[in-house]
């Protein structure tokens, strides 16, 4: 059974620092990965979208990467901002069927 | 983009009573529509996933007479909670894959539903 694990599960930082979020995937079958923010008693806004036969994405100050082979993912986030603080989700979509299965998320805090 | 618009965003419900959530895409058609249900800083559990036309696919330990889908269209899937108590109080949310979503068969989300059963 996939589980996806998110490290840390909080996370804060002065603004303007660079950082890292992480995550881990038990079963490397998987069809794609994707990385969601969610602000508090919202919806998923959608960041970035792996294919499994990539090995990272960017948009802007947000690039993720994946080494499906290891299992692992990461979202690295350049220049840090205030509005960046939201709860950042991992989910990964598996090859044998339609299911998305999500990570716990990580919630992070940016300390203006 | 793909959109999917749901509603109602929030609604506080008496316990006994059955809420109706609904999920429509607006620009594309939604031959498959999963149901997630996210408690307090836990992570989106999927419930079921609904298929236009056929009966939904409900997850083990969710109560399909409980849970009701309906896709009774490509732009229209419903979710009620029957009976609804004070436990099901929580985050519902919608997701449908689009190819338009991110070119790449990425997946459209509704905004979410709060439920609070008081």
């Known amino acids: 059974k996939q589980e996806v694990t998110q490290i840390p599960a909080a996370l804060s930082v002065p603004e303007g620092e660079n950082l890292v979020l992480n995550c881990s995937f038990t079963?490397?079958?998987?069809?794609?990965l994707q990385w969601f923010r969610q602000d508090p008693g919202k919806g998923l806004t959608s960041l970035l979208l792996?294919?499994?036969?990539?090995r990272e994405q960017t948009s802007g100050r947000l690039n993720a990467s994946l080494d499906k082979s290891s299992g692992r993912s990461t979202l690295y986030i350049a220049a840090s901002q205030p509005g960046d603080s939201a709860t950042y989700l991992c989910?990964?979509?598996?090859?044998?069927?339609?299911?998305?299965?999500f990570g716990k998320g990580t919630r992070l805090h940016i300390l203006p | 983009g793909a959109v999917v618009s749901q509603h109602p965003s929030w609604v506080i419900c008496k316990s006994g009573t059955s809420v109706k959530i609904e999920c429509r895409s607006l620009d594309f058609q939604a031959t498959t529509m999963f149901w997630y249900r996210q408690f307090p800083k836990q992570s989106l559990m999927l419930m079921a996933t609904?298929?236009?036309?056929?009966?939904?696919?409900?997850e083990q330990g969710v109560e399909k007479d409980k849970f009701l889908i309906n896709h009774a269209s490509l732009t229209l899937s419903t979710l009620t909670v029957t009976s609804a108590h004070p436990e099901d109080s929580s985050f519902y949310i919608c997701?449908?894959?689009?190819?338009?979503?991110?070119?790449?068969?990425?997946?459209?989300f509704g905004s979410g539903t709060r439920l609070t059963v008081v």
């Open positions: 079963d490397s079958a998987i069809y794609n």
């Open positions: 792996i294919q499994s036969s990539q």
């Open positions: 997701s449908a894959p689009s190819l338009r979503a991110a070119a790449n068969y990425g997946y459209t």
């Open positions: 989910a990964v979509r598996e090859d044998r069927d339609d299911k998305i299965i």
């Open positions: 609904s298929n236009e036309g056929s009966k939904a696919t409900y």
